[in-house]
Nanobody, 123 residues
């Protein structure tokens, strides 16, 4: 079992940065692929960024590529999402996710979810 707790959400102006952090506890963190998903009101949960269990492979959704950066620290059991040049369309609840596969880029591959943290980007 893996427990995930997100932090760092809030209200931010368009164009500004925001950093989300996810703290994991429970099973061996380094053995899990980690990722971030988001869900806007009235929309399905979508993939944002993922880091493979070994940490060597990173994937981004096209909508955030070049603006967001995912990083993990296996010693601290954390995975962060640095979000730059935020846009109003980035407004959503952001979820930290963990999976036992090599990488998680779809909700179906996620074994554990955090409760989410709300990010609101004002124009």
């Amino acid at each position: 079992q893996v427990q995930l707790v997100e932090s760092g959400g809030g209200l931010v102006q368009a164009g500004k940065p925001l950093r989300l952090s996810c703290a994991a506890s429970g099973h061996t963190f380094s053995g899990y692929a980690m990722g971030w998903f988001r869900q806007a009101p009235g929309k399905e949960r979508e993939f944002v960024a993922a880091n493979s269990w070994g940490g060597s492979n990173i994937y981004y959704a096209d909508s955030v590529k070049g603006r967001f950066a995912i990083s993990r620290d296996n010693a601290k059991n954390t995975v962060d999402l640095q979000m730059n040049s935020l846009k109003p369309e980035d407004t959503a609840v952001y979820y930290c996710a963990a999976g036992s596969g090599i990488v998680i880029t779809t909700p179906q591959r996620v074994d554990y979810w955090g409760k989410g943290t709300l990010v609101t980007v004002s124009s």
